[in-house]
Structures are given as structure tokens and as C-alpha cells.
């Protein structure tokens, strides 16, 4: 091992791709004469978008594909969770097109396994996983095979339904229903004779099949060939079974399944409508059904796991279990809620939220399926307890500052029985008071510091189990018949998908927490799973640190547990270090021998635990026990039934590019969703390196491209100039007005913004617009000045109340002189002091205005820089950018006076009367 890293929570595009180009900048410094192995390597993630995740890793690989190549570097991925196809494609695509051996895996692969097969010590899979099949755009890892439908059925992981076998099923009458349901009871009554005769039922089947051969009205020998089809599969199977429930008049549901043994369940045939006819000549019908051996000399069945009523002392949660969240935890709140829409309950399990910092009792809306629904928030857990009686589970997210005094409030109420603490560093001291608590007051407390837990089909623990798309892929819609315990909650999403892979999948799973001391032990669960008849083996993941794995060694010796238990304690890699190493959480330390993994291992073994050789082989072991259980007929495992589809929210599915639609509306000056800000593309770091100023700034948010420095700097200079003339002019006055009126800085800025008009500092785009058309036009000066005159309008820009000729305005001045020297030309100033000439002959004050020049010289800037074209330039002058520049300017001076009267203290102001002329109308009051 030369490097190990890993990042978390969900990092950006960005932080991967710098993360990924600092290990490959390591790597590729040394060559190593038998090469390099990279391995990307992550469990099933809860929420991350993997793949935004791996776009980062994408780029680094593609700016490192010679350094790799030359250091002979192999690419080894597994990765599973939210949007993991898209990312997986990316990877393998990158590795296609780079060149470079790139190895990916998803959850169809164990998460360690790619270590292995990086070490050479197990072989590379050659072929691609099958694409799954989808369900509102969520994945289905099967559905059942529809009568005449074109898919293909659904088989267990590595096994095949025969070709022949598929095609005659979707070819079956409604005439031939009715037999293979009487055949298939047959087959049902035989199966405790499957000791080790594989192919008794197939021999019984093709008998059957021989009799019933003279009931064919059509189609004479389509069930013999469908027989025969299934005898050859008979080979790699133990049984067939079939879930069937006739009635003559309505007719009946029925379902054919192939179990394997390689281990899983195929549905081969699926029906829910079936026409029975004459009932009466169905053999193996309603009447024998649920009569195994009737008619016959077999043997009495094997006791098998059926459903059954659940006992309160081993159930914590039902489909009908109902909670209060403990915070505002939107997200968990609408997932716990999807999550029971798809199991099929009639209301959601959250009753409500209780968040003491809201300002007072609210509701707030949540999806329920397709419709929305209201979920009410109180402040005090007293008030939630009182409204929803019918409430026995709290989920706390409270912090670890909060959540020790929450509970025990909690625990004041004896409706509840289960609580849940997700925080992670509570003092061990509170959490051994908690736990006195809870025993007085026979309270099962999950955690702290733990995702929670998740009962398939009833009920999950907030975040438990991560996004839909996991929930569908694991099958944790439904209940099956193995039960898992861990302290690891992050592990749980890969219980949940080895157990769905290699069982009939997941019956409840909780994670106790990674504390020393959780409020719950392996023990409390276990022996729940135990005393629970639907459960039909159990599956425990300890780590090292602390001694409880012993307690269950113990357990399994003294006859407590006579359920299969399959164990492992990871953590095995801290016998390889020389001093104690403390993982992730706050026991996984071995403070003695005895708390290594290993150690814990060897005696579970020893006790008679089912217990791997490696982690590696956790899932293999898991499948191993579950196969003989079934061959045992201790578990009869059902056919698969997809679950309503559920809508996929929006952000997520626009996030997987499902989906598109017109924006609101579009922006092309700045983006501030990436790792910094962008002005035009430019991030604001290089805005600050490169010194561009205010000026700068506003060439890129108002004109969308880097002017160059003289222009920017006139850019300045006119913000500079117009910033304030004074406390008299009329928009300086309005905010005065205002803020001695006791106003706000904002509406006294508005108010003397509202009056720059024509008037007042508006004239900017005025005078660019009628002194460019005069000039494109070819009129001379004085022909404009006429022209003008003729048709009674003014000429924007020329004129002013105080300066005058004699008075110059010395913003004029400035502003002309720099155009003239840094310019490359300034025809249209030209042009304008030619008509200052002529207007100045008639009074003194009609000069070329501040106005006016800064507008003149801007056109000139506009056309003649080399940065525009010359339609451009005329729509900046159209959309009013040029009085934007007065605008700019002059909000500076208004918030000056804004703020200069509030240092002076200055009451509200009443115009003097003195300064006012009264004239009012004579009116005779006689008349």
C-alpha cells in the first residue's frame, strides 16, 4: 500500500478533481517496475450524486492519460448509490478513450472485491452486468413475467432461464392455466421428498403432464413441452413451487416460480386473472390446495417460515408504526415518506415534526406519492405527544448538545417504546444515564451516532437505506426473511445489497451505533430476530472493539440462538499496524487482545457462528446458509411483485438530466453555482490577481468581455465625476427629505433615484441617440442646430443652470482631455463642441454638459475601440447603459447624503414658508 484517502459528504465536481489529480501527481513520480494500481473504491452512498462526483475524477485521468501510460497504472472502481450507472459509463468510457485499463464495478459486485482482483488474487469479470429494469425512473431489480408481455423473466443472480422454457410461457392459452395450476399444486405436495432427488417433481410434473394430455382441447401438447422445458432446468434446480388461489367464479391468481440452486427465486410464470372453467377438473385445486400429502404417501412438510402475527416483544415496528421527527429534517422526512408509499402503507409513518426554534405551530407540505400533504411542526414534544396519541417512536436528529435532554424528555412519555438518536458525540456519561432510563421504563433506544435501521416494507429510520432508487435496488420494499445487526450504519447499504442478492432479502436491519456504549446491543436485537417466526436466519456485523461479539458466542453455546447466524467482525487490517489504531468510530479500538477483530472472529467461529474467511467473502456465506434453509424448506421464499412506481422529485431528476424545461429565465454574466464565483466566465480570484478594478468589474457584468485598461479606467472617471453635484440638485434633495423623514437607507436611495429623468441626469442615452443620428446622417452642425429649432426640441446634452463659458464645468474638462489623449479617435466630441459653438452664440450656458460628454465620448469608445461591432454598439446605446452610468455614479453621493444626515442627527424637515409663494384662487364667498 503505498497511499490511502477518502473523501466524504458529498464533494463537488471541483474539490474531486483536485483531490484525484494529487494522488495521480504522487503516483506518477517514481515508476515501479510491475507498474501501479489505482483503486477508486467506495460503498453504495446515501445521497452523493456519483456521478458529479466522478466528472472531477474523469478530468484528472484525462490530464494525467500519458503519465499513466507510461507508469503502466491500472484502474480498479466500485461504486454504487445515487446515479451510479452515469458514473460507472463515465469511467469505463474514460478508459476506452484514454487507452488505459480502467476496471468498473457496481453493486452487483462486493465493495472489497476490486482489491482482490487489483492483487491478482482473484479473476477480472470479462462481461457486464445485465441492465436492470426501471420503474419511474427508479431501478427494479425484477419484475414479475406479465402473460404475453415481451420482457424477458426475471432470474436470480447467475442463472438463466432457459430460452425454450420463455418462449412457450408467453405462448400459454387460458385453457392450459388451469392444468399447470393442478400440476403445479402436485409438485408442491412433493417437495418435502427433495432430499436428493432433483428432478422427483420434474419425473411427477411429466406424469401429470401424460394424463392430463387427454383434457386438451387446443394446443394438445404445449403443457408437455412446457414440462419438458422445465425438466431440463431441473438439473440446476431443487423444487418449483407456485403461490396459487383458485376460486370458479372469480377465478384465481397465479404465480410459477423456479427456485434455484445457485440460490435467489425466478418467476417463470405470472398471472392475476386466470379463468378457471370447470374447477372440478382441476387436480390439486382449491380443494387440495393447502393440503400437502393429500391423496398421496408424502412425507409431512418441513416447517417453513410463513406469515404470521408478529409478537410485541419481537417487533419494534410495524406497517402501521407511526413516529415523531425531532427536528427539521425536511429531507428525511419526505425519504421516510417515499419509503412508505412504496411499501404500500395507507398513511405515512411520520405523524409529525417538533422543532423548538420554530416561532410557533406551522405545517408544511411533503409529497405523498403524487399528492402533497400536510405534516404539522410544533415547538413543544408535549404538544406533538398530546395531537397524535397513537404516536410510539420519536426519530431525534437533535444535536449533541440537545439530544441527551430531548430524550430524556422523550422517555416522560409512556406512549413511546422505540427511540431513535442519530447525533454523533454525546458523553459516554449521558449515554450510560440514558440507558438506566430506558431500561426502567422498558424503552428500546437505537444509537447514538447511527443511521437508524429500516423494517422492509413497514418502516425505515429517517435516512436509512439512502435515496429510492437504493431502496428499489435492494428490494427493502418488501420483507424477506433475514435480519441483520451492525454498528456500522454506513455498512448497512451493503448488508441491505448483499443480503438482496443472495437471499430473498432484508426482514429488518438496525445499526446500533458506533459509540462504546450503545443504548442498544447486538444482543437486544438478536434475540428479538430469535423469538420473530418470520425471520429465518440472522446476520451479524461487529467490528473491533469492545467485547459484546462474546455474548453472543455465548448465546449461540448455550442453545439461546438456535437460528442459523451468520458473523463478521471487520476491523481485522488493525493486526497489521504495530500500535492500537482507532477507526471512524469512537469504540472501534482494541484496547486489549481480546477486542480485535480477529480475535472476536475465531470465537465466533468457534461457538458455532457461520463466519467468513474474509469480508470478501461475507456475501458468499450469507447465500450459502440462506440455500440450505430453503433446501431445508425452513424458508419458502415468494414471488417477486414490483412496488407502485413513485414519482422522482424534480431537482433530482433535472440533477440526471431526465428531464429539461424553459427557464424562468437566463443570465450570461455570472455564475456563482461552481467552486467560485464567475464574472463572464473570469472566477473572481483572477479578477482581484489581475488588478481590473471597478472598472474591469463592469466590463464584464455590463458588456460581457475585458476592455482594455484606458477604457476601464474611463469607465471609473465617469462613476467618479457623476458620484455628487451637491445637496440642491433634486434627487439629492429627495433623499434628504427622506432620510430626515426617519426613512430607511434603501427608500430614501430610491427616492432620489426616481427623479433622474430627461431632466435630471437622464440624458445620457438622449444626447448619444440624437447626436449620433445627426452625425450618421451627414448634417453639419449648424444644420443640426436648425433642424432642432424647426422641430421645437431640445438638444440633449447642451445646456446647463450654472456653468457657462465663462464658468466651465471642470468634469467637462477632465473627461474630453482623456478622451483626446487615450482615444484612438473622438469624432463624435468633435462633432458636439462644433454644435457647443453655435449654441453658445445664443446664450453663454448652452455648453456642451457633463452629460452629454461622458455619452459622446462613450459612443466614440464604442466604435472605435476594436471591441465592439458596430450593431453592438448601437444596442448598448438602446438598452440605456449609458444612464446606467449616471445611475451608478450617482448612488454614491445620494447614500453619502444619506448617511451624513444621520451622523448630523437631523429631525424631519418642513420646507419654510417663507420660501414658498402662496396663490390661491380670489373667490367672491358671497356668490
Request: with cysteine.
Amino acid at each position: 500500500l503505498a497511499n490511502y484517502g477518502e473523501y466524504s459528504g458529498a464533494p463537488s465536481e471541483q474539490q474531486t478533481y483536485d483531490y484525484a489529480k494529487t494522488i495521480l501527481s504522487m503516483m506518477t513520480r517514481e515508476k515501479h517496475d510491475d507498474g501501479k494500481v489505482l483503486i477508486i473504491g467506495g460503498g453504495i452512498a446515501n445521497f452523493t450524486n456519483v456521478a458529479a462526483t466522478f466528472k472531477g475524477i474523469v478530468r484528472s485521468l484525462e490530464e494525467y492519460q500519458v503519465a499513466i501510460k507510461d507508469h503502466s497504472i491500472k484502474i480498479f472502481v466500485r461504486r454504487a448509490g445515487p446515479n451510479y450507472q452515469e458514473g460507472l459509463r463515465m469511467m469505463r468510457e474514460v478508459g476506452q478513450n484514454l487507452g488505459i485499463p480502467v476496471f468498473v464495478f457496481g453493486p452487483e459486485t462486493h465493495m472489497t472485491a476490486i482489491v482482490g482482483m487489483a492483487m491478482g488474487k482473484r479473476d477480472v469479470p470479462t462481461e457486464l452486468p445485465s441492465k436492470e429494469a426501471t420503474t419511474a425512473s427508479f431501478l427494479l431489480p425484477g419484475l414479475a413475467l406479465k402473460f404475453g408481455g415481451g420482457n424477458s423473466p426475471t432470474t436470480s443472480p447467475g442463472v438463466t432461464t432457459t430460452t425454450e422454457s420463455s418462449s412457450i410461457v408467453s405462448r400459454l392459452c387460458k385453457t392450459t392455466w388451469a392444468i399447470i395450476g393442478g400440476l403445479q399444486t402436485r409438485a408442491e405436495q412433493w417437495r418435502s421428498k427433495l432430499t436428493r432427488d432433483t428432478d422427483l417433481v420434474a419425473k411427477c410434473l411429466q406424469t401429470r403432464a401424460v394424463q392430463w394430455r387427454s383434457k386438451m382441447t387446443r394446443d394438445k401438447d404445449l403443457v408437455s413441452k412446457f414440462i419438458c422445458a422445465l425438466y431440463k432446468q431441473y438439473l440446476a434446480v431443487h423444487f418449483t413451487y407456485m403461490e396459487i388461489n383458485m376460486d370458479a367464479k372469480t377465478g384465481a391468481s397465479l404465480k410459477l416460480t423456479t427456485l434455484f440452486a445457485g440460490g435467489g427465486a425466478s418467476v417463470v410464470y405470472s398471472d392475476t386473472n386466470c379463468a378457471l372453467g370447470d374447477s372440478s377438473e382441476v387436480v390439486g385445486s382449491s380443494e387440495l390446495a393447502g393440503k400437502p400429502g393429500a391423496g398421496d404417501d408424502s412425507p409431512t412438510a418441513s416447517p417453513v417460515v410463513t406469515t404470521t402475527t408478529e409478537s410485541s416483544t419481537a417487533s419494534l415496528f410495524s406497517k402501521t408504526t407511526r413516529a415523531i421527527v425531532w427536528g427539521l429534517q425536511t429531507r428525511a422526512v419526505q425519504g421516510m415518506m417515499d419509503f412508505d408509499f412504496v411499501c404500500g402503507r395507507e398513511q405515512p409513518s411520520v405523524a409529525c415534526m417538533v422543532y423548538p426554534m420554530s416561532p410557533g405551530d406551522s405545517k408544511r407540505n411533503f409529497y405523498w406519492g403524487h399528492k402533497e400533504v400536510l405534516i404539522p411542526i410544533f415547538k413543544t414534544l408535549s404538544d406533538a405527544m398530546a395531537a397524535f396519541p397513537d404516536v410510539d417512536v420519536m426519530i431525534s436528529f437533535a444535536s449533541h448538545r440537545s439530544a441527551y435532554d430531548s430524550t430524556l424528555e422523550c422517555l416522560e412519555f409512556k406512549q413511546i417504546r422505540t427511540i431513535a438518536i442519530i447525533a454523533e458525540g454525546i458523553p459516554e456519561n449521558y449515554t450510560r444515564k440514558l440507558i438506566k432510563e430506558a431500561d426502567k421504563k422498558n424503552v428500546t433506544i437505537i444509537g447514538p451516532a447511527t443511521v437508524g435501521g429500516v423494517k422492509p416494507g413497514c418502516f425505515r429510520i429517517g435516512n436509512t437505506g439512502g435515496m429510492l432508487d437504493n431502496i428499489l435496488h435492494s428490494k427493502l420494499y418488501r420483507p424477506g426473511n433475514v435480519a441483520y445487526v451492525s454498528r456500522s450504519g454506513g455498512m448497512s447499504n451493503e448488508l441491505n445489497n448483499m443480503i438482496s442478492q443472495t437471499t430473498n432479502g432484508v426482514y429488518e436491519g438496525v445499526a446500533i451505533g458506533g459509540d462504546r456504549y450503545p443504548c442498544s446491543t447486538f444482543m437486544d436485537h438478536l434475540l428479538r430476530y430469535q423469538d420473530n417466526s418470520e425471520v429465518g436466519m440472522l446476520v451479524l456485523l461487529g467490528e473491533v472493539g469492545g467485547t459484546e461479539e462474546y455474548q453472543v458466542c455465548e448465546a449461540i453455546k448455550s442453545g439461546v440462538f438456535t437460528k442459523p447466524i451468520v458473523a463478521w467482525c471487520i476491523g481485522t487490517c488493525a493486526d497489521m499496524f504495530a500500535t492500537d489504531v482507532q477507526f471512524g468510530h469512537a469504540g472501534a479500538s482494541a484496547g486489549a487482545s481480546e477486542e480485535t477483530a480477529s480475535a472476536k472472529n475465531k470465537a465466533l467461529a468457534e461457538a458455532g457462528a457461520e463466519v467468513p474467511t474474509s469480508f470478501d467473502e461475507l456475501g458468499d456465506k450469507i447465500g450459502e446458509v440462506y440455500r440450505k434453509l430453503v433446501v431445508a424448506g425452513t424458508i419458502v421464499p415468494k414471488a417477486e411483485l414490483p412496488p407502485p412506481p413513485v414519482p422522482m422529485d424534480y431537482n433530482w431528476a433535472r440533477e440526471l438530466g431526465l428531464i429539461r424545461k424553459p427557464a424562468s429565465f437566463m443570465t450570461s454574466i455570472c455564475d456563482e453555482r461552481g467552486q467560485e464565483l464567475l464574472y463572464a466566465g473570469i472566477p473572481i480570484t483572477e479578477v482581484f490577481k489581475q488588478d481590473m478594478g471597478i472598472g474591469g468589474v463592469l466590463s464584464l457584468l455590463w458588456f460581457q468581455r475585458r476592455l482594455p485598461p484606458y477604457a476601464c479606467k474611463f469607465l471609473e472617471m465617469c462613476l467618479m465625476i457623476t458620484a455628487d453635484h451637491g445637496p440642491a440638485v433634486s434627487g439629492a434633495h429627495n433623499t434628504i427629505v427622506c432620510a430626515r423623514a426617519g426613512k430607511d437607507l434603501v427608500s430614501s436611495l430610491v427616492s432620489g433615484l426616481l427623479t433622474i429623468g430627461d431632466r435630471f441626469g437622464g440624458a445620457l442615452d438622449g444626447a448619444a441617440a440624437q447626436f449620433t443620428e445627426a452625425f450618421d446622417s451627414g448634417l453639419i452642425a449648424n444644420d443640426f442646430v436648425n433642424k432642432a429649432k424647426k422641430e421645437g426640441v431640445l438638444i440633449m446634452g447642451i445646456g446647463h443652470r450654472v456653468k457657462s463659458l465663462n464658468n466651465p464645468d471642470m468634469r467637462v474638462v477632465v473627461i474630453s482631455e482623456y478622451a483626446k489623449e487615450h482615444f484612438p479617435c473622438t469624432p463624435l466630441l468633435d462633432y458636439a463642441r462644433e454644435v457647443e459653438q453655435i449654441t453658445t452664440k445664443k446664450k453663454p450656458n448652452l455648453i456642451l454638459n457633463v452629460d452629454g460628454c461622458i455619452a459622446l465620448c462613450f459612443v466614440d469608445l464604442l466604435r472605435h475601440s476594436g471591441f465592439f461591432t458596430k450593431d453592438e454598439a448601437e444596442n448598448i446605446i438602446k438598452t440605456g447603459s449609458l444612464n446606467g452610468l449616471f445611475v451608478l455614479g450617482r448612488s454614491i453621493g445620494f447614500i453619502g447624503h444619506f448617511l451624513d444626515q444621520k451622523r448630523l442627527k437631523q429631525g424631519l424637515y418642513r420646507h419654510p414658508w417663507d420660501d414658498i409663494s402662496y396663490v390661491l384662487p380670489e373667490i367672491n364667498q358671497s356668490q
